[in-house]
C-alpha cells in the first residue's frame, strides 16, 4: 500500500490458543270478492211490511273470480339459477401453496488479529458471513458457525476456537434472551481462559446479531449452566457483548465480509468504539500491490467505552483516476489521541466491481 502510511501485517498464528484450532462441524365461509246485489220491494205508504218478511236477497255469484297472478311471477316450471358467483374458483383448482423461504445473510464470528492496539491485547473477535435459509436465521447461523472457517477467512488468520461436533439441540426465547441449548462437544475446550471467552464471544455475537435479542443463556444437553466451561464462566442472568470487551476489537467490520464481491455505492458497517466516534478509512487496489483508491473518514458508531453500530457508504465512482476493478481491500482503523498515529487496524478484502 502507498501513499497512507498503512502496513498491515499478514495475520499471525493466534496465541491465545493452547492447541491448533479444530473447524466445528455438523448444526391460523287479494282476489278481489265479487258485490253482493240487495233488491228491495216497495210498500204502500203508512204501511210497514211485516217485521218478520226479510228483505230478499240474491244469493252471491257463483262463477269464481278470475284471478292473475303477478305479471312477476316465473312460471311454476321454471328451475332456480344455478350459476355459481363470479368469484367462486372451479372444484378442481388446487390449493395455494406458501413460497419457499427466502435466503439471508448472516454473520459469523471468528477469533481474529487485529494490527496496533498500543498495549491492549491483540486477540480480538473479527466476523465472516453465509447465506443460510431464512425459516429460522438464529438457529442457522449457529450451524454455520460451527461448521467453521472459509479458505478466505484462513487466509487472513481468522479461526475458530468452538470444538468439534458441537451441534444445536434447541433455542428457546424469553423475552430479550435467548436459550441455546447445545450438545456436550461443545464443553471440550483444550485452551485456556482467553480462549474459552472467545469461544463463547463466538455464540454471543452470533445469537445478539439479530434485533430483538442482546443476551444469551447455555443449555448443555438440556442441562441449564450457570457456570460454563473449564474455567467456570458465570452465565447468570445471560451473557451479552459487553460482557466481551477483553476482546473486543474498538472496531469490528460486519459487511462488507472477507471475499465479497461488492457493489457501489460500497457500504461499510459493523460496531466501534473509537475516539470521538470518528471512524478512518482507506481503499485500496490492485491486490497485493495495495494501490490506494482513496481516503476518508466516518463519524458515527460509539466512543468513550460505549459500542454502537456504524455505517456509512462510498461511491466509487468518485474516485475515477484511481479506480480499478478486482482484488482489493477495505481498511479502517482509528487515530490515536495521543500523537494520531494508526490503531486497532482492521483490513477486509474485497473484490470491487466494474464500474
Not at 83 to 99: G, R, S, V
Not at 220 to 238: F, Q
Request: aromatic share 6%.
Amino acid at each position: 500500500m502507498t501513499g497512507s502510511g498503512i502496513r498491515v501485517l499478514a495475520p499471525a498464528v493466534v496465541a491465545f490458543l493452547a492447541i491448533a484450532p479444530v473447524a466445528g462441524g455438523c448444526g391460523s365461509d287479494d282476489t278481489t270478492s265479487p258485490g253482493t246485489a240487495v233488491e228491495t220491494t216497495a210498500e204502500p205508504p203508512g204501511t210497514e211490511p211485516p217485521a218478520t218478511d226479510p228483505p230478499t236477497t240474491d244469493p252471491p255469484a257463483t262463477d269464481p273470480p278470475t284471478t292473475e297472478p303477478p305479471a312477476t311471477t316465473p312460471p311454476a316450471t321454471d328451475p332456480p339459477a344455478t350459476e355459481p358467483p363470479a368469484t367462486t374458483p372451479p372444484a378442481t383448482d388446487p390449493p395455494a401453496t406458501d413460497p419457499p423461504a427466502a435466503s439471508t445473510l448472516v454473520n459469523v464470528y471468528w477469533a481474529w488479529e487485529v494490527q496496533n492496539t498500543g498495549t491492549a491485547t491483540a486477540e480480538r473477535m473479527g466476523a465472516g458471513a453465509r447465506t443460510v435459509p431464512g425459516e429460522t436465521p438464529v438457529r442457522n447461523a449457529l450451524e454455520a458457525l460451527f461448521a467453521g472457517t472459509n479458505s478466505i477467512e484462513d487466509d487472513i488468520g481468522m479461526l475458530s476456537v468452538v470444538p468439534a461436533g458441537t451441534r444445536v439441540l434447541g433455542i428457546a426465547v424469553d423475552g430479550t434472551t435467548a436459550t441455546v441449548d447445545l450438545s456436550g462437544e461443545f464443553e471440550n475446550s483444550l485452551g485456556g481462559t482467553l480462549a474459552e471467552t472467545v469461544q463463547l464471544a463466538q455464540v454471543v455475537f452470533t445469537v445478539t446479531q439479530f434485533d430483538g435479542f442482546d443476551r444469551v443463556k447455555f443449555n448443555i444437553d438440556g442441562e441449564p449452566r450457570d457456570e460454563i466451561l473449564s474455567h467456570g464462566v458465570i452465565v447468570g442472568d445471560g451473557l451479552t457483548r459487553d460482557d466481551f470487551d477483553n476482546v473486543r476489537a474498538l472496531i469490528m467490520i460486519e459487511g462488507p465480509y472477507p471475499g465479497q464481491e461488492v457493489g457501489n455505492p460500497l457500504v461499510v458497517r459493523g460496531e466501534s468504539s473509537t475516539f470521538e466516534a470518528t471512524i478512518q478509512w482507506t481503499l485500496t487496489t490492485g491486490g497485493g500491490d495495495g494501490l490506494i483508491v482513496a481516503e476518508g473518514f466516518a463519524t458515527s458508531g460509539g466512543s468513550l467505552g460505549t459500542f454502537l453500530p456504524f455505517e456509512f457508504e462510498i461511491d466509487l465512482t468518485e474516485y475515477p483516476s484511481t479506480y480499478l476493478p478486482g482484488p482489493g481491500s477495505i481498511i479502517l482503523y482509528e487515530s490515536s489521541p495521543e500523537d494520531g498515529s494508526q490503531t486497532w487496524i482492521v483490513e477486509i478484502p474485497i473484490v470491487l466491481p466494474t464500474l
